[in-house]
């Protein structure tokens, strides 16, 4: 799912970021990577986008501090993208960036269309159902091949809500909640205490 951060560049700044693609692995021995790409704009992965990498949530890759980086060449891969990027030419200079972000500012993310929400502004914010009360905090979106599932995790456990309008009453940007109306047993079905 999408990733932000705000870890600082050399100069001591560096502007709130969304991820826009997942480094999944290495492809063949000329520093290109298989990218999952997580962005709906046009040419975010084209030759000279520039871009910032950053190691993945757990901090456990080689690749270091987050950092500016400039897309040499891409190209289609099947549903994912083979990408190239400059001063990284051979396979053991990419190998320690498996699970790594491409990000890009926050500022240069377009408004989502009216009704919609990118998963960035759903993450964080407290869930409040208007018969239960306070669900807990939604950590991810998931995509279950069915619809999109929204994990709220608090004092009731681990729930999976599904982002329907049907139980989705709102969602408010500038307090960073969602009121849900959930159907009566779903907390008991789907809830879990692991």
């Not at 990027?85 to 993310?109: F, N, T």
């Not at 329907?164 to 709102?170: A, G, K, M, N, R």
């Not at 959930?182 to 907390?187: A, K, Q, T």
Request: with cysteine.
């Amino acid at each position: 799912m999408s990733s932000t951060s705000s870890t600082s560049d050399a100069s001591g700044r560096r502007p709130e970021t969304v991820a826009v693609a997942r480094v999944l692995r290495p492809h063949g021995l000329r520093g290109e990577v298989v990218v999952e790409v997580l962005s709906d704009v046009p040419g975010r992965l084209e030759p000279g986008s520039e871009l910032w990498l950053a190691g993945p949530s757990d901090g456990a890759d080689g690749a270091g501090p987050p950092r500016r980086v400039r897309v040499a060449a891409a190209r289609p891969l099947g549903r994912r993208r083979a990408v190239t990027l400059e001063g990284m030419a051979d396979r053991g200079s990419v190998e320690a960036l498996r699970g790594a972000w491409l990000e890009v500012e926050m500022e240069r993310v377009p408004p989502a269309p009216p009704g919609s929400y990118y998963p960035h502004e759903l993450v964080g914010c407290r869930c409040r159902d208007r018969r239960l009360g306070e669900l807990g905090v939604a950590q991810e979106l998931i995509a279950d091949g069915g619809g999109l599932l929204l994990r709220v995790v608090g004092p009731r456990g681990d729930l999976l809500v599904p982002f329907v309008e049907t139980i989705v009453e709102s969602v408010d940007r500038e307090s960073r909640t969602i009121e849900l109306a959930l159907p009566e047993g779903l907390v008991e079905e789907c809830g879990s205490r692991s």
